[in-house]
C-alpha cells in the first residue's frame, strides 16, 4: 500500500514537472515559493499578469496535485499552438479550455 502510494506521487510530480517545463515554453517564468497563510486568508498558486510577461507563482506547501491544477488552468488559456503536447497532457489543456 505504501509502495502503491509512494509511486503515485511520483507519477504526479513528474506530471507536475512535465506541466512547469511547458509553462516555460509558452512564455511564462513559474516560480515555487511558500504562500502565506493566515486566518480568514488563504493564498493560492496562480498566474500574474504585467503586460506581455506571465508569473505563474506556485504554493510549495500545497501538494503536487493542486500545483498541476495551477499550471493546466494556465495553459488551457495559453497559446500551446508552437509547443508539442503528449496526449495526455493536451487531454488535461483540453478539458479546462473555455
Do not use: W
Not at 499550471?71 to 495526455?88: G, H, M, Q
Amino acid at each position: 500500500m505504501i509502495r502503491r502510494a509512494r509511486r503515485a506521487l511520483e507519477r504526479q510530480e513528474h506530471l507536475l514537472h512535465r506541466l512547469k517545463a511547458l509553462a516555460g515554453e509558452c512564455g511564462a517564468e513559474v516560480r515555487e515559493q511558500k504562500l502565506h497563510h493566515e486566518v480568514g486568508f488563504r493564498a493560492r498558486s496562480g498566474v500574474c499578469r504585467a503586460g506581455e510577461h506571465h508569473l505563474l507563482i506556485l504554493d510549495s506547501n500545497a501538494q503536487a496535485n493542486e500545483r498541476a491544477d495551477a499550471v493546466i488552468d494556465f495553459l488551457s488559456a495559453a497559446d500551446t499552438s508552437r509547443v508539442t503536447l503528449d496526449p495526455d497532457i493536451a487531454d488535461l489543456i483540453k478539458g479546462r479550455r473555455r
